[in-house]
C-alpha cells in the first residue's frame, strides 16, 4: 500500500488514538459494535453513500431517500438493532436526510411514548413501530414559530359527539415545515388549542390521521404539500397542512398528563411544561447532532490543513528542494482551526450528558417528581442554541480554511453546513431560546438575593457564591495556574455570576427609573425585557459554556489511560483558554483580571496550542468517521486529496459531454454574431 501523506503526522501522536475513541464511545466493545453496523452499511449497495450523490436533482434526491429509507428499515429489522444508540450509528452511517426514519423516529414516537396514555399505546405505539402508520409532529405555523402560545390552529370539542373538530381558522396558523408531512406521513402528532365550552385551555398534543392507507391520498377536509426547494435537506419533504372542519375522536388527544372526559371536563397537566417534553428531548439530541456535524468538519479540514502545502512563511529562506509549508503549521491556521477540535470533544461530551439529564428527568416525572423540569427545560433551551451555533460558525471557519476546495460540494463542507445551520432556527428559535434560558437564570439570582438558596441547586448552585462577588480573588498567580481545571473553573465561575449579575441589576435599575418618570405604564417590564435582550446573549452564554467546561473537566478526569488523559487535559485547557480570550472583556472590567492576567492568558493559549499541533490528526482519528460517513474528497483518511478531487470531477454528468450540451443552440450561435461584419 502507498504511504499515506498523513502518516509522518500520525507517527508522531503522544497517545494512543484508539484507546480514546474508546473513551468517547463509552468502551471497546461499544467500538466495536458501531464499527460493526458501519461496514453493514458501507457494503450495502443501496446504503453505502458516495461522492456522485452530490450531482442529483430535488426529486431524485428524495426518491433515492425514501429508497435508503426503506432498506434501513428492512436492514435494521434483519439485524435486529433494538438499542437506540446502535441505530443511531445505522442512520448516521447512511449519512443522509431520511423522509420515513426523521421525525417519526425523532419526534412522532417519542411523543407517543410520552404523552400516550397505556391505551393510546396500545393503539398507535405499535403501529408505528412497524411503520404501518408513518408520522411526523406539525407545531410549527407559517406565522408562529417559537412562539407557541400563539399557535392558531384550533381543536374545539363537540360534547354531543364526543369529538374534537380541527381547523385552520387563517392563512397564518397553516402547519409549515414538518419534515415528512408534504409527501410521506400518514398521521401527524398536531399541536392544537384546545377549546371546551368557549373556554381556551391552551395547546395540546392530538393524533390525526392525514392520508389514506389504502391509496396515500389526502383525506377529506385535509390539505398538504410539500414547501418547495430549501437551503439544504431537500430529499426531506417538509409541508404545509391545513384543516377544514375535520372531524376525530375525543381519545385521540394525547392524554397521559393533561385530560378532557366526555362530558368535557378538563383536569389540566401536573406541570405546564409537560406538553414539550419530546422537546426536550429533541434538543438534547440536538447538542449531540451539533457535536457531531462540527467533529466531522474538523476532521476534514486538519486532514486537509496537514497535507496541503503553500509557501514559507514570512521571512523564512528555504533551502533547495525544502517542501513547502503545510498549512496546518501556520499559527494562524491553529487558531482557526484546534480551538474548534476542542469545542467538538467538548460538546461530545455535552451531548452525552444532555442525553442523560433526559432520561433522568423521564424517571423522575414518571414517579411523579417535576422538581428538576424547569432546570432540564432552561439549559436544554440555552445549550441547544450555543451548541447549534458553534456548530454552524466553526463549520463555515472550517469550510473557509480549506480555501477554494472547500467551496467545492466534494469537499462535504458546503453540504454539511447547510445541513447544520438551519438547526440555529428549527426546534425552538436560537434568539427566542436565550430568552427562556435568561429568565430561569434572573429568576435564579433572584433567589439567591433573597436568601432561597436552597433554591440554588444542581446547574445554578454556583449561584449561591453571587452574594460576596466582590471579595472573589482572582486565582491565578502564574502562566501554569491557568493549566488547572479547578482554577478555570473558578474563572468561569465567576465571569458567569458577574454575567448575571450585569443583567439583574441593569434590569433592576431600568424599571425602576422608567417607573419614577411613568408610574402608570404598566408595560414596563415588557419594555425592559425588550431592551435588554441584547444582553442576554452573553449571559447565557457564560453559564453554557460554564456547564460545558464543568462537564469536560469530569469526562477528563474520569478518562483511565494517563496518555489519554494527558493529551484530553490539554484540549480541555485549550477550549477554555481560547473561549476565555474570545469574552474576557468581563473579567477586565470588573477588576478580576488585570491586563497581566490577559497577557498570561494569551501566551498559555500559544503554548497550548502549538504543543496539540502534533497530535491533531490522531485527535481528530480518533472520532473514527469513516471515509463513507464524511463524503469528503479532502477528508480521506488515507490523505490523497488530489487524487480524489480530481475523480469526483471526471464523476461529474457535465463531463459526459466533450461539448457543452448548450453548444448548437446558443454558444455557436453567439460565437458567430459579429463574424460576417469582420
Known amino acids: 500500500?502507498?504511504?499515506?501523506?498523513?502518516?509522518?503526522?500520525?507517527?508522531?501522536?503522544?497517545?494512543?488514538?484508539?484507546?480514546?475513541?474508546?473513551?468517547?464511545?463509552?468502551?471497546?466493545?461499544?467500538?466495536?459494535?458501531?464499527?460493526?453496523?458501519?461496514?453493514?452499511?458501507?457494503?450495502?449497495?443501496?446504503?453505502?453513500?458516495s461522492l456522485e450523490s452530490y450531482f442529483r436533482d430535488r426529486i431524485s434526491e428524495h426518491k433515492h431517500a425514501l429508497t435508503v429509507n426503506q432498506r434501513l428499515i428492512q436492514r435494521v429489522i434483519e439485524l435486529g438493532l433494538v438499542d437506540q444508540n446502535e441505530r443511531m450509528t445505522f442512520v448516521e452511517t447512511i449519512n443522509e436526510h431520511l423522509p420515513i426514519s426523521g421525525l417519526h423516529q425523532a419526534m412522532f414516537i417519542p411523543t407517543l411514548m410520552s404523552q400516550a396514555t397505556k391505551e393510546q399505546k396500545e393503539k398507535w405505539l405499535n403501529l408505528a413501530l412497524r411503520y404501518e402508520i408513518i408520522g411526523t409532529y406539525a407545531q410549527t405555523e407559517l406565522g408562529h414559530g417559537s412562539f407557541l402560545r400563539g399557535i392558531e390552529t384550533t381543536a374545539t370539542y363537540d360534547e354531543a359527539t364526543q369529538e374534537f373538530v380541527i381547523n385552520t381558522p387563517s392563512i397564518t396558523a397553516s402547519k409549515w415545515w414538518p419534515g415528512g408531512l408534504g409527501k410521506t406521513a400518514t398521521h401527524c402528532v398536531l399541536m392544537a388549542r384546545l377549546l371546551i365550552k368557549g373556554q381556551d385551555y391552551g395547546v395540546h398534543p392530538f393524533v390525526v390521521q392525514i392520508r389514506s392507507l389504502e391509496d396515500h391520498k389526502p383525506l377529506p377536509g385535509v390539505q398538504v404539500g410539500d414547501i418547495g426547494p430549501k437551503f439544504a435537506w431537500n430529499a426531506i419533504d417538509n409541508g404545509f397542512l391545513r384543516f377544514d372542519h375535520v372531524r376525530i375522536p375525543r381519545e385521540q388527544m394525547l392524554m397521559k398528563y393533561a385530560k378532557v372526559a366526555p362530558n368535557g371536563e378538563y383536569t389540566k397537566p401536573p406541570h405546564s411544561k409537560l406538553a414539550y417534553g419530546t422537546m426536550l428531548y429533541v434538543r438534547a439530541?440536538?447538542?449531540?447532532?451539533?457535536?457531531?456535524?462540527?467533529?466531522?468538519?474538523?476532521?476534514?479540514?486538519?486532514?486537509?490543513?496537514?497535507?496541503?502545502?503553500?509557501?514559507?512563511?514570512?521571512?523564512?529562506?528555504?533551502?533547495?528542494?525544502?517542501?513547502?509549508?503545510?498549512?496546518?503549521?501556520?499559527g494562524s491556521q491553529m487558531y482557526a482551526i484546534l480551538p474548534l477540535v476542542a469545542t467538538s470533544y467538548a460538546l461530545h461530551f455535552q451531548g452525552q450528558r444532555m442525553l442523560e439529564a433526559y432520561t433522568e428527568l423521564t424517571n423522575l416525572m414518571q414517579k411523579g417528581d417535576f422538581s428538576t423540569l424547569p432546570e432540564v427545560h432552561a439549559t436544554a433551551a440555552g445549550m441547544k442554541a450555543w451548541a447549534t451555533w458553534l456548530a454552524a460558525y466553526g463549520i463555515e471557519e472550517c469550510r473557509q480554511r480549506c480555501g477554494g476546495q472547500g467551496f467545492l460540494r466534494a469537499s462535504g463542507l458546503p453540504d454539511l453546513y447547510a445541513s447544520t445551520v438551519p438547526a440555529c432556527t428549527y426546534e425552538g428559535d436560537n434568539n427566542v431560546m436565550l430568552q427562556q434560558t435568561a429568565r430561569f437564570l434572573l429568576k435564579a439570582l433572584r433567589a439567591g438575593v433573597e436568601g432561597k438558596l436552597d433554591k440554588l441547586v444542581g446547574a445554578i448552585a454556583y449561584l449561591k457564591k453571587a452574594v460576596d462577588i466582590d471579595k472573589h480573588k482572582n486565582p491565578v498567580n502564574s502562566p501554569a495556574d491557568l493549566l488547572d481545571p479547578r482554577v478555570l473553573v473558578e474563572i468561569y465561575e465567576h465571569k458567569a455570576i458577574r454575567q448575571i449579575i450585569l443583567v439583574g441589576t441593569k434590569l433592576d435599575n431600568e424599571i425602576r427609573e422608567r417607573r419614577q418618570r411613568n408610574d402608570a405604564n404598566k408595560q414596563v417590564f415588557s419594555e425592559v425585557w425588550n431592551w435588554l435582550m441584547p444582553d442576554f446573549k452573553a449571559m447565557v452564554k457564560a453559564h453554557c459554556f460554564l456547564i460545558i467546561l464543568n462537564n469536560f473537566v469530569a469526562s477528563v478526569i474520569a478518562i483511565k489511560d494517563q496518555r489519554v488523559r494527558a493529551v484530553m487535559q490539554r484540549v480541555l485547557a485549550l477550549f477554555a483558554l481560547y473561549h476565555l480570550e474570545q469574552d474576557v472583556s468581563t473579567v477586565l472590567i470588573d477588576k478580576y483580571f488585570t491586563q497581566a492576567h490577559v497577557e498570561m492568558l494569551s501566551r498559555q493559549l500559544k503554548d497550548v496550542m502549538f504543543q496539540i499541533r502534533k497530535d491533531a490528526v490522531p485527535l481528530v482519528d480518533a472520532f473514527n468517521f469513516s471515509d463513507t460517513t464524511l463524503n469528503s474528497a479532502i477528508g480521506r483518511y488515507d490523505g490523497k486529496v488530489y487524487e480524489a478531487l480530481f475523480d469526483s470531477a471526471l464523476k461529474n454528468p457535465l463531463n459526459q459531454y466533450n461539448v457543452s450540451p448548450g453548444f448548437d443552440d446558443i454558444l455557436k450561435p453567439l460565437m458567430n454574431t459579429f463574424k460576417s461584419n469582420l
Open 1 to 49: 500500500m502507498a504511504a499515506s501523506p498523513l502518516d509522518a503526522e500520525r507517527k508522531q501522536a503522544s497517545f494512543d488514538v484508539r484507546e480514546l475513541t474508546y473513551v468517547l464511545d463509552g468502551g471497546e466493545e461499544a467500538t466495536k459494535r458501531k464499527e460493526l453496523i458501519r461496514r453493514e452499511v458501507e457494503t450495502d449497495p443501496v446504503l453505502a453513500k
Open 285 to 330: 439530541g440536538m447538542v449531540r447532532d451539533a457535536a457531531t456535524a462540527l467533529s466531522k468538519a474538523v476532521t476534514i479540514s486538519t486532514r486537509y490543513g496537514a497535507v496541503r502545502r503553500q509557501g514559507f512563511g514570512m521571512g523564512f529562506k528555504p533551502e533547495p528542494d525544502t517542501p513547502e509549508t503545510k498549512i496546518l503549521d501556520y
